[in-house]
C-alpha cells in the first residue's frame, strides 16, 4: 500500500502540471521571479523519481514475509510521501491565492512583498526531498532490499483455500445450492456437438470450488464421461503445466516419462492424441485470467467430444468466456440458509445440530455479520463450535469477533477468510487498490450511491486521469471492475424503480480497514494538521465540525455533512480554498455563504433536499465546478418511496463554470437558459419552472449540448405545453427524458423524437394530459428500459400490444384517475421485471393478461381500489402467483401500513 500512497501523490502531480494555474504562473514571470519555474522544473524530477519507486512497490505489494530492512524502507518510502503532497498542496495555495493579483497586475508587487520567503521555501523543501529520495533508493542498493521470492508472486494454494479439515467436510454441509447444482448438472448433461464452457462466479469463500467438486464428484456425472480432470491454476499460470497435467492424468501409467521436457508443438499433439475419440469433463479452478481458456481452447475446445469445461473464477471477465446462457453468479446465502449452515458447524458435536434458545439471539446477531458469505458462516461457526455453549462465552465472541477479523492473528480459522479476500486484493491491479480501500470509510453496512462515490473518488485524486475521457468515465470503469471482482455489492431496492446503490461486505470491509490501519492511507486521523478531508456520519450532531487548524483547513479536500442537521455554514468556509467536494445534501441549511466564490478548486456542490432557495451570485465564478445538484426539499418521502423537491433559484449573470457536466434542480430565467449554451460539457440537465418564453433560448442552447445523456424539463404552471420546434439539432447522445407539463399531440412525430427516440432508454411524461393514448406512439422507441407515464391520459382504457417494448424492465403508471381497464397482450413486454401501480382510483380488476408477464418480480400498488386489492387477494391471486413480491402502500390508512404478498 506504499505504493497507493505514491500513486495518489503521482496523480496530484499530474494536475498541477496540467493546471491552468501552474503552467500560467510558470510561464509568464520575468527573470526575477525564475523561482516558480525552479519549482515546477524539482517536482517533474520528484514525479520521476516516484514513478521508479512505484514499481518496484507495485511488485513489493504482491508479496509477502517483508524482511525488517524492507518494511522500514517501505515506511520511509510513505512519510517522504506525505511530505511531498504537503509542498504540493502549499504551492497549490499560493499559486491560487495570487493568481487574481497576476491578472489584475499587482502580482509583482505583491510578489517582492512577500520577500519570496513563501516560494523559496517551498524550492528549498523540494530539494531536501529530493536529496532524501535518493538517499532512500541508495539505501535500498546498499542494503541489498529486494523482493521475496525472487521477485516472483506467491501462489501458494494454503493462501486462498480452506484449512484442509474444513474443506473435507464442507461439501457434506452445503446449504443453499440446490438450485444452482441442478443448473449445473442440467447444463453437462445436455448433448452438445462441440466442447461446452461453463462459468461459475462470485467473490472468494462463497463456495464455487465447493459446489462444483460435489458435482465433479458425482457417480452420475462421472458415468457420462470417459475422463475427469480437475487443475487448480495458478494466478502465475504456464499453459504449458496445465496439457502436461492433463496428459498425465489421462494417461496416468501410460504417460511418456519425458513429458516434463516436451514443449511447444509437440505436447499440443500429444494432448490432441491424448483427447481424441475421449469424451472429458475438465475442471479449471481459480481463473484469474482469460487467456487460461484461450491457450487451451485450441486443443481442448476444438473436439467434438461433446467436451465439457466448467470455469470458477472471481471476475466477470473470465466468467464471460461461457456463452450466456451458461454462467452462473454465486450469490450470497439468505437469512434462513446461513443460520442452517452455522447450526450445522457451531453445533456438529450435537447430535440434533440445534441451536439451545438461549444462544438463538446471539447466534443470529453473529451471523449477520458473516452477511451470507458461506466461508465466513463455516469458519466463524467452527470456532464457536470449540467454544463453551453458554451466553456469557457467545457474548465475548460476539463483541471480538469483528476485532479479530481484523487483526488476522488471534484465530487460525478467522485468519483464513482474511487470507481468502486478501489474495483478490492482492490480485487488484494497482490503480483499484486506493479505490477500493478509500471504501473503508464508509460505516458498516452503509448504502454508497454510484454517483456519489465516483464524485469522491475524483475529488480524492484516486484517479489516474487519461486522454479523450473524463475522470468520471474512468472512475466508473473502476467502480465495475471492482464490482466484477466482487470486491463491491450492487444492493437493489425495490421501490418504484430499482435504484443501484453499493454496499462493502462486512469482512471485506475489515479487509480494507486493516490494510488502512497498517499502511496509513485513507484512515482516521488523529493529527489535525494531517487532515485532507472529513466526512461526518454522525446524523444526531447538529453543530458544524471542526476541519483542524487554519493551515491544515487551507487543504481539505472534501467536506461530506450529508445528512448531518446542521443549519448554518460559517463565513470561514472561504477559507476552504483547495475544496473539492462539499457534500450538504440532506442537512437543514438556508442558505450558501456569499463567499462561495472563494472556493477557487470546488468540483462537486451537492444541496439536494436542503432549506436552499436561491444561489449565491459567487456559485457562477467558480470555474471549476463539474456537478451543481440542488433542489429545495419541498415534501417528505411519499409512503417512504420518494422525496419530493423543488428547483433553486439561479442567479441571473453569466456562468463562467465552463467544466460543468452536471447541472440539477434550478429555476428557469432568461439569463440562464440563454448561458446554458457556454456549458458544451453537461451530460445532465434539470432545470425547472420553464415558461413558453424560455423554450427557444433553451432549447438553443440544448442544441449546442452533445455530450448530454440526460434531460428532465419541468415546465411552469399554466404553460400552454412543451413543444420542440426550437431544438433543431437534438444531442444525439441523449439516453435518459423527463418531460412535465402539457404535450402537444404531435411530439412523438417531431423532429426531436424522430432523432433520439431510437436511442432512449429512460423516459418519464407526467402531466402531459393527452387526450389519446400516448402509448400508440411511445411503443415505437423499442430501446426503452425504464418507462413512467403519470397524469399523462384521460382515456378509460389502456392496452399493452403484442410485441411492444421488448427490452422494458420497469413501468410505472400514476395519477390516471379515468382509467377503469387495462389489458396486457400476450408477448407483450416481455423482460418486464417491475410494475407499479399508483393511485389509479378507477382501476378495480387486475389486468387482463398480467399472468402472461412471466419475467415480472415485483409488483407495487398505491392508493388503489379496495375491490383491486381484495381481488388479488382473492378470486385473481392465482393469476399473480408468478411474481415473487406484491407489495401494497395506502397512505390514507397510515404510511406505516404495509401489505405483503409473498409467493
Known sequence: MAQGVVFAVLCKIGSVLASSASITLGGRFDANLTIINEIENRIKQIEVELKLMQAFLRQAQKQEGYSEPTEVYLQEVRKAAFEIEDIIDEFLYLSVKHKSRFFNGEFLSYFRKLGKTSWHKIAGDLKDLQCHLQNLQNLRVQYEIQLPNGGRVSTDKEDHRLPHHLSYYLADKMVGVEQEKTMIIRWLSATTRLTSVIAVWGMGGSGKTTLVNIIYEDERIKNRFDCHVWITV???????????????????????????????????????????????????????CTDVWMDLAGTVGSSSNENKVIITTRIKEVASLASEDQVLELKKLNEADSWCLFCRWAFK?????????????????????????????????????????????????????????????????????????????????????????????????????KKRLVRLWVAEDLIKPEKRRTVEEIAEEYLNELIDRCMLQVVERKHFRKVKEFQMHDIVRELAISIS?????????????????????????????????????????????????????????????????????????????????????????????????????????????????????????????????????????????????????????????????????????????????????????????????????????????????????????????????????????????????????????????????????????????????????????????????????????????????????????????????????????????????????????????????????????LRVQHISTVRFLDKSRGIEKRLFQDS
Open 234 to 288: 495458478s494466478q502465475k499460470f504456464n499453459a504449458s503445466d496445465i496439457m502436461r497435467k492433463m496428459v498425465r492424468h489421462i494417461l496416468q501409467s501410460r504417460c511418456p516419462s519425458n513429458i516434463d521436457s516436451i514443449d511447444g508443438r509437440d505436447l499440443v499433439e500429444i494432448l490432441k492424441r491424448t483427447l481424441e475419440q475421449r469424451k472429458i469433463l475438465l475442471v479449471l479452478d481459480d481463473v484469474w
Open 517 to 877: 490501519e497498517k499502511e496509513t492511507f485513507c484512515m482516521t486521523q488523529p493529527d489535525p494538521s494531517r487532515l485532507r478531508s472529513l466526512y461526518h456520519f454522525d446524523v444526531t450532531c447538529s453543530c458544524f465540525p471542526s476541519v483542524g487548524t487554519p493551515r491544515s483547513a487551507r487543504y481539505l479536500n472534501v467536506l461530506e455533512l450529508q445528512d448531518v442537521s446542521i443549519t448554518i455554514l460559517p463565513e470561514e468556509l472561504s477559507g476552504l480554498f483547495n475544496l473539492r467536494y462539499l457534500g450538504l445534501r440532506r442537512t437543514k441549511i438556508k442558505q450558501l455563504p456569499q463567499s462561495v466564490d472563494k472556493l477557487f478548486n470546488l468540483q462537486t456542490l451537492d444541496i439536494y433536499l436542503t432549506n436552499v432557495d436561491k444561489l449565491p451570485t459567487g456559485i457562477t465564478k467558480l470555474k471549476r465546478l463539474r456537478h451543481m445538484i440542488a433542489g429545495k426539499l419541498s415534501a417528505p418521502l411519499y409512503c417512504g418511496i420518494v422525496e419530493k423537491s423543488r428547483g433553486v433559484e439561479a442567479p441571473k449573470v453569466v456562468w463562467q463554470s465552463m467544466e460543468l457536466q452536471t447541472l440539477k434542480g434550478v429555476l428557469a430565467n432568461m439569463d440562464l437558459v440563454e448561458h446554458l449554451g457556454n456549458m458544451t460539457q453537461l451530460r445532465t440537465l434539470t432545470i425547472e419552472d420553464v415558461a413558453e418564453e424560455h423554450y427557444p433560448k433553451l432549447f438553443a442552447s440544448i442544441s449546442k449540448m452533445r455530450f448530454l445523456r440526460t434531460l428532465k424539463v419541468l415546465s411552469a404552471e399554466g404553460n400552454q405545453g412543451i413543444s420542440f420546434e426550437a431544438l433543431i439539432s437534438p444531442p444525439k447522445n441523449l439516453r435518459k427524458l423527463h418531460l412535465t407539463g402539457r404535450l402537444h399531440q404531435s411530439v412523438m412525430e417531431s423532429n426531436f423524437f424522430q432523432t433520439v427516440g431510437a436511442k432512449l432508454e429512460e423516459l418519464y411524461l407526467t402531466g402531459s394530459r393527452m387526450n389519446i393514448d400516448p402509448l400508440i406512439s411511445i411503443s415505437s422507441l423499442s430501446n426503452l428500459k425504464t418507462l413512467q407515464i403519470g397524469d399523462a391520459y384521460d382515456g378509460a382504457s389502456i392496452i399493452f400490444r403484442s410485441g411492444w417494448f421488448p427490452k422494458l424492465h420497469t413501468l410505472i403508471m400514476c395519477n390516471m384517475l379515468s382509467i377503469s381497464s387495462m389489458v396486457m397482450e400476450q408477448q407483450t413486454m416481455q423482460n418486464l421485471q417491475w410494475l407499479a401501480m399508483v393511485n389509479l382510483p378507477e382501476l378495480k380488476e387486475v389486468p387482463h393478461g398480467i399472468e402472461l408477464l412471466l419475467t415480472l418480480q415485483n409488483l407495487m400498488l398505491v392508493n388503489m381500489h379496495d375491490e383491486f386489492r381484495e381481488r388479488i387477494q382473492g378470486e385473481d391471486k
Open 349 to 449: 458435536n450435537n447430535m440434533d445440530r440445534a441451536c439451545p434458545p438461549e444462544l438463538e439471539p446471539l447466534g443470529r446477531e453473529i451471523v449477520g455479520k458473516c452477511d451470507g458469505l458461506p466461508l465466513a458462516v463455516v469458519v466463524v461457526g467452527n470456532m464457536l463450535s470449540f467454544k463453551k455453549q453458554d451466553t456469557e462465552e457467545w457474548s465475548k465472541c460476539d463483541d471480538q469477533i469483528t476485532w479479530e477479523l481484523r487483526d488476522r492473528l488471534r484465530d487460525q480459522e478467522l485468519s483464513s477468510v482474511m487470507k481468502i479476500l486478501k489474495l483478490s486484493y492482492k490480485h487488484l491491479p494497482s490503480h483499484l487498490k486506493n479505490a477500493f480501500v478509500f471504501c473503508s470509510i464508509f460505516p458498516e453496512d452503509y448504502m454508497i450511491t
